[in-house]
């Protein structure tokens, strides 16, 4: 069985256990929200289409890299400064939905 990509009409298999997602680059943002995230696929990992991503469980805006679904970028939603957890689920609301939690992994600074 396969499940579509991210801005694409293709489809791959399902993931495999060894998916992952690598740490968000940059680790670091304003307090005010707005930085563009980069979140990598790695081990066999695929962004499923429907993917949302949160920070500390606050919605970030999530849009496809590209059409091979190994990278997307969530831009930050306002936070007050501190450490964060960045959580990812692909293929969200389907039978194949998989979740993903980064602990720690993206810092709030205060806004200059």
Do not use: K, N
């Not at 066999?44 to 289409?49: D, E, N, Q, S, T």
């Not at 890299?65 to 689920?89: E, N």
């Amino acid at each position: 069985m396969c499940v579509s990509l991210v801005g694409c009409s293709a489809s791959i298999p399902l993931l495999p256990s060894s998916a992952r997602v690598l740490a968000p680059s940059p680790a670091v943002g304003w307090a005010s929200g707005g930085a563009s995230v980069r979140l990598e696929a790695a081990d066999g990992m695929r962004f499923l289409a429907p993917v949302r991503a949160t920070f500390d469980g606050l919605a970030a805006e999530v849009t496809a890299t590209g059409a091979d679904g190994l990278a997307i970028v969530a831009v930050t939603p306002a936070h007050a400064a501190g450490v964060v957890d960045v959580r990812v689920v692909v293929a969200a609301g389907t039978p194949y939905e998989r979740r993903f939690t980064l602990p720690g992994a993206f810092t709030y600074v205060p806004s200059a």
